[in-house]
């Protein structure tokens, strides 16, 4: 099947884009959510690692490329509606959030008598700006 083939049996929204969820493929935990174009599918299928489109940036956002925590590829699925994409990720340096963390999903909703609030389940396991640090630098030269 040809990269166009495959491409065009997903349903893209209105800007081209399809969520993308990134899952560690052996626990199964969600790590992040991210978005991609085309582009970035076709990449991330060719090259194996994740690539993903950044909206805010409004360019391709390969993953790791600043904080070294790259997800290698074990697989790629598509849903049953054809419009999310998970992808299952061998997920380097065991960081997958910009916080520092495992997870993006690292807050979990909890009652506490009659009043709810989002509790931290999850520790910073490296500190973000020892992180991004050489990122910072290097764009600074």
Same mark, same amino acid.
């Not at 626990?27 to 090259?47: D, H, P, S, V």
């Not at 391709?60 to 598509?78: T, V």
């Not at 054809?82 to 909703?109: M, N, Y």
């Given at each position: 099947?040809?990269?166009?083939?495959?491409?065009?049996?997903?349903?893209? /929204?209105?800007?081209?884009?399809?969520?993308?969820?990134?899952?560690?493929?052996?626990?199964?935990?969600?790590?992040?959510?991210?978005?991609?174009?085309?582009?970035?599918?076709? %990449?991330?299928?060719?090259?194996?690692?994740?690539?993903?489109?950044?909206?805010?940036?409004?360019? %391709?956002?390969?993953?790791?490329?600043?904080?070294?925590?790259?997800?290698?590829?074990?697989?790629?699925?598509? /849903?049953?509606?054809? /419009?999310?994409?998970?992808?299952?990720?061998?997920?380097?340096?065991?960081?997958?959030?910009?916080?520092?963390?495992?997870?993006?999903?690292?807050?979990?909703?909890?009652?506490?008598?009659?009043?709810?609030?989002?509790?931290?389940?999850?520790?910073? %396991?490296?500190?973000?700006?020892?992180?991004?640090?050489?990122?910072?630098?290097? /764009?600074?030269?």
């Amino acid at each position: 099947m040809a990269v166009t083939e495959w491409l065009s049996q997903i349903k893209w /929204d209105k800007n081209g884009l399809i969520p993308a969820i990134a899952q560690d493929y052996k626990t199964g935990k969600i790590l992040m959510m991210a978005w991609m174009n085309q582009e970035a599918l076709a %990449l991330t299928a060719e090259q194996g690692h994740a690539v993903y489109w950044s909206r805010s940036r409004q360019k %391709l956002w390969h993953k790791g490329e600043s904080s070294g925590h790259q997800q290698q590829i074990k697989a790629i699925r598509l /849903d049953c509606d054809s /419009d999310v994409i998970i992808l299952q990720v061998e997920q380097k340096g065991g960081i997958a959030c910009h916080t520092g963390r495992e997870s993006c999903f690292f807050r979990k909703l909890t009652k506490q008598g009659d009043k709810w609030t989002w509790q931290t389940t999850e520790p910073v %396991l490296k500190d973000p700006d020892t992180i991004y640090q050489k990122a910072i630098n290097k /764009d600074n030269q």
